[in-house]
């Protein structure tokens, strides 16, 4: 039995399902007409909070009593080893199972067109930004994005139209299925944002992961299109792949498209978008920094080469107001501003960083990091975070996230990282546990102060806690007046 074997009302079983990913894929499969729920061992927002609100069960932990209800079909999340206790209950059983990816290909996107954003980094605010565009043009299109796009509240949305947005992602598949997501995903527009090495876990040099990107050429049919970084000298090594029409973005008046001088005006981001040379369009984001410029610079050129109308194009770019956890103000109180961001590749770190200080000129800027993807927790960038903290006023790096799967010379060192940053003329700090780093942030905060948070996952509860303390202060600051 495959996944399109089965009829409405079937019972699906999500293992990992508060992953981005996997979380919204119950979604999708719910609104089809399935019946949901899953199990995993990390619950928190945004994923959670939305589960939650669709009436979705999450089963806490994982173990073979969790498939004791006898799903009619399992889906595997990535995070899910082969010696998990409960995917050794799974495969010991006779029910059928399959990975997120080709249950996302086989199901969701079908014989849609599908329009994949890969990459190394953007491809979140990528794919909400081609979703909201195509939206705004009438397509209704499906999309399925590893965050919640702020016009929708939503990660997800059952096709109505021709078109299927996804975020292609190089990660591998599943225990039993190494290949990256993308390659279930029936690619037709791409857009490939930049390559870095990155996800050090089952990557060991950048050249696997070229090789991987390589496939993902191959697979765009002729009549398809590729819309490419032109400055990223790591996908002019493997672009002679594509056999389809592609197009380069960038900085570079070489490029195909590219935008002219970027200014900050009434509250937005503006600039005027060239294609070879000649004017096509002038842009007015919502959203700030190079990094969200160059992003929505992809989505304006594919958007243009899919013939979509250039009104919707812009209007849509107008209309984007972020995502969760992306340059996200979750707080503004005692003249204090938190903003969450996920960025944890030293690369994303630094522009998340210049992002802030392009948004909020003339603040003081404590950037708060936890290393805590796989990479992250590994000492293969210890060096390159360096360079991502040096605008920051203060830079605030927790310990690692749970090191003990790696060995003790590839483990990242939060110590080493502040002594540097202190060498380069930056108040830096570590603390061994949540609760001292908001108790340090409670008695030196000021008025004015913007509080940057980066961290791909919960931060043990850093968010609420802050905030909460923070309003404390706002109270005590309060009594000192009236006083």
């Given amino acids: 039995m495959t996944i399109t074997d089965l009829q409405p009302g079937s019972k699906i079983h999500l293992m990992g399902i508060c992953g981005t990913a996997m979380a919204s894929l119950a979604g999708l499969l719910q609104e089809l007409g399935y019946q949901v ?15 939650a609100d669709l009436d979705i069960e999450i089963q806490q932990g994982y173990k073979a009593e969790n498939l004791a209800y006898k799903p009619d079909f399992v889906i595997v999340g990535n995070v899910i080893s082969r010696n998990n206790p409960e995917a050794q209950a799974l495969l010991s059983s006779n029910i059928p199972y399959t990975s997120l990816p080709k249950a996302m290909g086989d199901v969701l996107i079908a014989d849609r067109q599908a329009v994949v954003i890969s990459g190394t980094h953007g491809k979140t605010t990528t794919t909400s930004m081609m979703s909201v565009l195509m939206q705004t043009a009438g397509e209704e299109p499906g999309f399925f994005v590893g965050g919640i796009p702020q016009n929708f509240n939503k990660s997800f949305q059952v096709a109505k139209g021709d078109y299927f947005v996804i975020e292609g992602d190089e990660y591998d598949t599943a ?13 037709k527009f791409v857009i490939l944002t930049g390559i870095e090495f990155d996800h050090a876990d089952i990557y060991s040099s950048i050249e696997q992961i070229l090789a991987e990107f390589s496939k993902l050429l191959k697979l765009i049919p002729e009549d398809g299109s590729l819309v490419y970084n032109g400055d990223c000298p790591n996908i002019k090594k493997i672009i002679h792949h594509a056999s389809c029409k592609t197009f380069s973005y960038g900085e570079s008046k070489s490029s195909d498209y590219y935008f002219g001088k970027r200014v900050n005006i009434s509250g937005r981001n503006q600039m005027a978008v060239y294609k070879q040379g000649t004017p096509v369009g002038d842009l007015a984001l919502k959203v700030f920094g190079h990094h969200n410029s160059m992003n929505a610079l992809a989505t304006f050129a594919l958007a243009n080469e899919m013939k979509l109308k250039r009104t919707h194009i812009l209007q849509g770019l107008a209309n984007f107001k972020g995502v969760k956890r992306r340059q996200e103000i979750i ?36 950037s708060l990091f936890e290393p805590r993807s796989a990479t992250s927790r590994r000492n293969i960038f210890q060096q390159d975070y360096i360079k991502s903290f040096l605008q920051t006023d203060v830079a605030i790096i927790a310990q690692p996230f749970n090191q003990t799967n790696i060995a003790e010379q590839d483990r990242f060192s939060s110590d080493r990282l502040v002594a540097d940053l202190k060498e380069n003329q930056v108040q830096a700090f570590t603390f061994p546990e949540t609760e001292k780093i908001v108790d340090f942030l409670q008695t030196t905060v000021e008025e004015g102060d913007v509080i940057l948070i980066m961290s791909n996952g919960g931060f043990d509860g850093l968010y609420k806690k802050l905030i909460q303390a923070l309003a404390q202060k706002k109270t005590l600051n309060q009594a000192d007046i009236t006083l």
């Avoid at 729920?37 to 589960?51: F, H």
Wanted: net charge positive.
């Fill in 175 to 187: 225990f039993f299925d190494k290949v990256p997501k993308f390659v279930h995903y029936k690619p």
């Fill in 37 to 51: 729920k899953g199990s995993d061992q990390n619950v928190y927002p945004p994923m959670s909070t939305m589960l």
């Fill in 331 to 366: 707080s503004d109180q005692a003249g204090v501003t938190v903003v969450e961001d996920f960025a944890h590749h030293p690369t994303a770190v630094g522009l998340t960083v210049a992002s802030m200080r392009e948004q909020f000129p003339g603040r003081r800027l404590i």
